[in-house]
């Protein structure tokens, strides 16, 4: 059967690392037989300044039209301010999530063995670190309405949002989370604040009654979000699965990522329920160091293989990349972000060949 990956490069260092990926996917596709079509296409401000626009209907078109999307990064300070604000290139890219319906956004906190003591926590608390975000991306207090900002008739102004998500949004994402669960360690925290906000209480109440249904075989628990900023500080291995809302998701998973070391390492996957995925490197466009060719490709390496995993079927591909990231950075291989003492610096493209070089040998 005919899979298809659509590449959307973007800005700034966004093509230098698509390009590192794009070797990875045209070696899995030279040497497995799999029959693989790969099209590009414009985001961002790579798009607005062709077509005005951040993302066209016929761009999202294809993209709806693929099995995964494989996203480099938007935006740069070539665009800041100087476009309308709805043809800002970040628009782009929530249009595309919006576009493909992806509403579960998976981000996992790995701390490879090698980047152990990159961490801002001590080596025992991180090293074997292995949690999956599970995080709720189209509802929740960035979406929901009303929200604006008025002036009340004492001339006082007030700014609000509203967190606000309906029980069959909960279910959907809960599903996703306990579905990944069993495919790792079968266990899933999920994470709210039912003692502040009924909105909170709703989500415990749909996933407790979920689990109970449909997956009993889960072990299932439930943490208040300020308790889980602590637990992810304090005792970060004790979690498996954390399933969570779009505000505390975006809060906690950011966290995380910055345990197990760089920006520049890690990798996101947003899926809808039979859609295309949307892969893309948790990292913005860099402009600091776009075009220097020294941007760390790790992250966007490995959200080709979530790719693999996740829309493409291709777990073993998955985990035969992931095995070869680990080996190399084993090997003391880095980028200038990543750089250790004793280690071999290399550039973007640098680490592109020691990636493909390990994925040969096995
Ligand atoms: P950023 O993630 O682009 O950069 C933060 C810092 O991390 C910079 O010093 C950068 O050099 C470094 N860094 C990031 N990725 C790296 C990599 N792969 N290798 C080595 N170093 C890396 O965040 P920012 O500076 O806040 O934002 C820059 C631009 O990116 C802005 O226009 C912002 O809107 C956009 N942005 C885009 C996305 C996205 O495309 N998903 C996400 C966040 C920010």
């Given at each position: 059967m005919t899979k298809s990956v659509f590449i959307l490069a973007g800005d700034g260092i966004g093509p230098e690392i698509i390009a590192e990926a794009r070797r990875v996917l045209d070696y899995v596709i030279a040497t497995t037989g799999e029959v693989i079509t790969v099209t590009d296409g414009l985001v961002g401000g790579a798009s607005y300044d062709v077509?005005?626009?951040?993302?066209?209907d016929a761009t999202l078109d294809q993209a709806i039209a693929a099995n995964a999307v494989l996203f480099g990064a938007i935006g740069g300070p070539k665009w800041d301010g100087k476009t309308d604000y709805d043809k800002r290139p970040e628009q782009g890219l929530l249009n595309l999530r919006q576009g493909l319906n992806a509403f579960a956004n998976l981000r996992s906190a790995v701390c490879f063995p090698a980047m152990a003591?990159?961490?801002?926590?001590?080596r025992e608390f991180i090293e074997g670190l292995d949690i999956l975000f599970v995080r709720e991306l189209m509802g929740g207090v960035y979406f929901g309405q009303p929200r604006g900002i008025d002036t009340l008739a004492d001339g006082s102004r007030v700014g609000y949002n509203t967190q606000r998500y309906t029980d069959w949004e909960i279910e959907r994402v809960a599903r996703v989370a306990f579905e990944m669960a069993r495919k790792r360690d079968n266990r899933v925290t999920s994470v709210e604040k039912a003692n502040v906000m009924e909105s909170g209480v709703l989500w415990r109440e749909v996933v407790t009654a979920l689990q109970a249904s449909d997956y009993p075989d889960v072990a299932l628990d439930h943490m208040y979000a300020d308790n889980c900023a602590m637990q992810l500080v304090k005792?970060?291995?004790?979690?498996d699965v954390i399933l969570t809302d779009n505000l505390f998701g975006d809060l906690l998973s950011d966290a995380a990522a910055m345990l197990t070391g760089s920006l520049g390492m890690l990798p996101s996957a947003s899926l809808s329920g039979d859609g295309p995925g949307l892969y893309e490197p948790?990292?913005?466009?860099a402009p600091d160091i776009a075009?220097?060719?020294?941007?760390?490709p790790i992250a966007t390496v490995l959200s080709l293989a979530m790719a693999f995993r996740?829309?493409?079927?291709m777990k073993d591909m998955a985990e035969r990349i992931e095995n070869a990231v680990s080996t190399v950075l084993k090997n003391g291989i880095r980028t200038g972000d990543i750089m250790d003492e004793g280690c071999t610096k290399v550039n973007t493209r640098g680490m592109g060949d020691a990636i493909l070089a390990e994925l040969e040998k096995n």
């Open positions: 077509h005005g626009e951040p993302l066209t003591d990159a961490s801002s926590l001590k005792q970060p291995k004790q979690f948790i990292h913005g466009s075009g220097k060719g020294i941007a760390n996740y829309s493409l079927g």
